[in-house]
């Protein structure tokens, strides 16, 4: 029974996995290359924010179960397991993924295994991927054939990363080897003790399998966004509409709440690497639906512009806009491919004052956006705007008081990207209330 692991990549998945790990029972060692973040993670502390994770990483560096390195020589010596958590993101030259960082650690690691172990792929990699890593560990460890690979995609959503991790919807293995699926099958047995489900397959099912559930979600959202298009024409209401489908147990209720549409490091990318891969393999017709998926959610911005530019009489120069949000969504201070940031940025490039603020994300777009202007506090974003953009569900937003940021606004005017707040709540304190996919009035 192997107990000794290690986790290749210490971004949201690998830290995430490490810590997880060393709750199951496992001694890990999280490798980086990157020697500021291995200190800071072997303090106890992560780079971003991600509820329970830093609590879990700092007791199972204090039962002595988890540790940090630089090195792949100790991590090689140490291992039984190693997982590949190394990021995959979207090339910066055109929309296939970056396998750079895959590449490299299988190329550093593969040299330096001299036993029998195991190495099993969790990043999100285009499919095909899998047989290259089978194939460079063959032709470059020491111990040859007798290192096997088996693919095992992560589903886990930031803001839950700790609960989707010992608590998975399934668990995946794809392998072409009888004996390394087991040895996962082994790691796994305190969750599927559990009762969550394993399904099993061969390496390229289960590269698929992460981008085709990536691409589904993206389709939902993009399919309930292309509703609220077909509503703002027809001035019917979208989010009465997602309801009454979503009682419906073959559609569902989650993931079918429309407005400024999806961001973050996984779906926007992982969506057109999948198309760019699928063009590779000379089957792009079957997935040419994505390019409408992508198209459907960047105009979502554009329309949330529009409806903002609206509001305030056609033109946002010498315009004060108070944005509310900056993350790509709630309970994450990640702002890759954020639709608020995006919106932000738009209208300040239109001349409008823009003041953002966001309860976790503000350091981050400072770094990224620093032309934009930064509130501490909703109420200072608030003050003197002649509009208030809601853009990111964050629940302090979601439960503020109407009549305290109507005391302090120059127009009480809110465009609601999320389709999160009581409409009725606020047209009852006064404020003009607009949103994506939904009348200018409420529906008696
Ligand atoms: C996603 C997948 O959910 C996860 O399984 C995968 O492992 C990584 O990618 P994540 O990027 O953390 O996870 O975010 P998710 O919760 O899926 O939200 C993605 C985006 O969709 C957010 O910008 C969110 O605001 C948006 N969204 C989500 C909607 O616009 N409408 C919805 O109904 C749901």
Known sequence: MPTRMTVIGTGYLGVTHAACLAELGYH???????????????????????????????????????????????????????????GTPQRTDGPAADLRFVHASVESLAPLLERPVLVVGKSTVPVGTARWVADRLHELAPAGTDVDLVWNPEFLREGFAVQDTLRPDRLVI???????????????????????????????TAELVKAAANSFLATKISFINAMAE???????????LAEAIGYDERIGKRFLNAGLGFGGGCLPKDIRAFMARAEELGVDSALNFLKDVDAINNRRRSRMVDLARTQIGGCFEGCAVAVLGAAFKP????????????????????????????????????????????????VEAGAGANVVLHLTEWREFVAMDPDVLGAVVRHKRIVDGRNALDAARWRAAGWTYRALGRPDVDPA
């Open 230 to 240: 077909v509503c703002e024409t027809t001035g019917a209401d979208v989010v009465a």
């Open 28 to 86: 890990v060692v999280g490798l980086d290359t990157d020697e500021a973040k291995v200190a800071m993670l072997a303090d106890g502390r992560i780079p971003f924010y991600e509820p329970e994770l830093e609590p879990l990483l700092r007791k199972h560096i204090d039962s002595g179960r988890l540790r940090f390195t630089t090195s792949y020589a100790d991590a090689a010596a140490f291992g039984d397991v190693h997982f590949i958590c190394v």
């Open 331 to 378: 309970d994450s201070d990640d702002i890759r491919d954020s639709p608020a940031l995006d919106v932000a940025s738009r209208i300040a490039a239109e001349g409008g004052h823009v003041q953002v603020y966001d309860p976790k994300a503000m350091d981050n777009a400072r770094i990224r956006y620093p032309d934009l202007t930064y509130a501490q506090s909703v």
């Open 174 to 204: 794809g392998s072409d080897t009888t004996s390394g699926a087991a040895r996962l099958r082994q790691v796994y047995q305190p969750l599927l003790d559990l009762g969550v489900p394993l399904v099993e397959t061969d390496l390229a």
